[in-house]
């Protein structure tokens, strides 16, 4: 399947505004700090929205749509759609990212269906037009529903040419391969509960990579097969199996680069199509939403179809998503049932809403098992884990924390200053010993206790203890700093940046991971 096939629209990206060009737009946005910084190659479109504000002094302190005289070829409508300052102290990428999504809106709202997006460089942000480019598609994404179910609206553009001094093809190329990405793990993690059911993320991921030369994928549903690798997956998957359209999947997934290898990723994804919270039910009205659980296996597809567009060399990644509905019926698992984990771990349930470290817990026991036999390797979990992330850093930030092997690397800042490059930010956590010591177990029944009683946003480090739990039910306490055989591990939890509800993903973290693992930032 060719990228273009998995964008909203035909992306070009081009140096110059030649005749060419201007004939095949409608209309352009113009996102910068001020006219001062537009190039004066541009002077048309400087001159005209100039002299629009001067008869309009809201011009430059928000979007603006601006007539044109037609003598100005090509550029008879122009959106103006300003950063805003860009040095302050908490000034960064995303100014230029929110102007263009906000300017592509008003574009679309004005019946632009082809815009030229301009970005004005500015000192400080060399990735600018990126950020901008990803920020405009954001906005023009068009939920899966909506493209299957009502072709007529299928697309809000047709085409989107994006101005850049200097462009190049690996440009279009990163910006394609990161918004194909991104647009792939929209589709899952958007989707319905039953649209997105794991039977039918198998069947999409199959469809995305059918043909793919560079992507090996394999999907498990044998329920024997499930129960006998992941046995805590499965405790999960033990009341939804009972209907065939909501049966778990583990979907891998696997990209080996060109030349010689020198780091192996290893992503485990919570694919949870819908979380009623099992036997611990979701009351109160908290339920809605819980379709938007599978964000994190969404992102790990997203990203290897980043990764079957850009094919870095050297880089081998290894990807799960756990694939499975946390459903409510006479075969849930309970709070109090002791489960042996793949690793061996006696793990007592405490909560069956905390079903997302359990899905993806055999999993990251099987990566570890795997990375002991790789080059360089660093294993991650991603997921919407707990509403505990949201509270403590906001709605827009992904959390990363690292093991002792991946702070020594410096590997979670390395990811924050990656993801401020490019307009998906991070927060970083750390994993201390209060989070061992809570899911240590409390009686000799059992090695570690799965969850306490309370939701996460009630509970005390209640985004940081999970990790804990993922590493001490994976048999990763084995292979820390102490270890003779040491493996990175970073926890991601996507909870607030995944997106809002109503609303559509972000995708989140792909961008940020792209600029860290294959563009160098």
Do not use: W
């Not at 992507?215 to 999960?236: G, H, N, Q, T």
């Not at 009623?276 to 659980?293: F, N, Q, S």
């Amino acid at each position: 399947m060719e990228a273009d096939k998995l964008l909203p629209c035909g992306v070009n990206v081009t140096s110059t505004i030649s005749p060419t060009v201007t004939d095949n737009i409608d209309g352009c946005i113009l996102v910068a700090k001020d006219l001062d910084l537009v190039p004066a190659d541009l002077k048309e479109i400087r001159d005209a929205v100039s002299r629009h504000q001067k008869l309009d002094a809201s011009v430059g302190k928000g979007v603006s749509f601006i007539p044109v005289d037609s003598a100005v070829s090509g550029y008879r409508r122009v959106v103006f759609s300003p950063t805003g300052p860009i040095n302050r102290d908490y000034d960064d990428h995303r100014n230029f990212a929110d102007a263009a999504g906000a300017g592509i809106k008003r574009a679309i709202a004005a019946g632009m269906t082809r815009p030229l997006l301009i970005v004005c460089p500015s000192p400080g942000y060399p990735n600018s037009v990126l950020a901008a480019a990803l920020g405009a598609l954001q906005a023009a994404y068009v939920p899966l529903e909506i493209r299957e179910d009502v072709p007529e609206k299928g697309n809000k553009l047709s085409s989107l040419t994006i101005f850049s001094d200097g462009a190049s093809s690996e440009l279009k190329k990163i910006i394609g391969g990161i918004e194909s990405g991104r647009l792939v793990a929209r589709d899952i993690g958007g989707s319905d509960p039953e649209r997105m059911a794991a039977p039918n993320v198998a069947r999409y991921v199959e469809n995305v990579f059918a043909g793919s030369s560079s992507v090996k994928l394999e999907v498990i549903s044998d329920d024997a097969a499930l129960m006998e690798c992941y046995p805590l997956f499965s405790a999960v998957n033990r009341c939804a199996k009972l209907v065939d359209r909501h049966r778990g999947r583990v979907i891998k997934l696997e990209y080996v680069g060109s030349g010689e290898i020198t780091k192996t990723l290893m992503l485990v994804g919570k694919g949870v199509t819908y979380d009623t919270g099992g036997a611990d039910i979701k009351a109160g009205g908290v339920m809605a939403g819980m379709h938007r659980d599978k964000c994190g296996a969404a992102a790990v597809a997203g990203f290897f179809r980043t990764l079957d567009i850009i094919k870095p060399a050297g880089l081998k990644v290894i990807g799960t998503m756990a694939m499975v509905r946390n459903s409510v019926g006479v075969e849930s698992y309970v709070a109090d049932e002791i489960i042996t984990s793949r690793a061996g771990a006696r793990i007592r349930i405490g909560n069956t809403d905390a079903e997302g470290r359990m899905a993806m817990g055999d999993c990251l026991c099987e990566m570890k098992e795997k990375a002991l036999k790789e080059i360089n390797p660093h294993l991650m979990t991603i997921a919407t884990l707990t509403g505990h992330a949201i509270r403590a850093m906001g709605p827009d930030y992904s959390i990363i924390m690292d093991n002792g092997p991946a702070k020594k690397t410096d590997h979670a800042r390395n990811m924050q200053r990656a993801g401020d490059l490019i307009a998906d930010p991070f927060e970083i956590s750390t994993i201390r010993r209060e989070d061992y010591a809570f899911h240590k177990g409390k009686s000799e029944y059992e090695d570690v206790l799965q969850a306490n009683n309370k939701p996460s946003t009630l509970t005390p480090r209640g985004h940081q203890s999970p990790a804990a739990f993922l590493i001490m039910a994976s048999g990763l306490d084995k292979h820390g700093q102490d270890s003779s055989s040491p493996l990175a591990y970073s926890h991601i939890d996507i909870a607030g940046s995944s997106g809002p509800f109503p609303g559509v993903p972000t995708g989140a973290p792909i961008a940020a991971m792209t600029a860290l693992y294959m563009m160098g930032f």
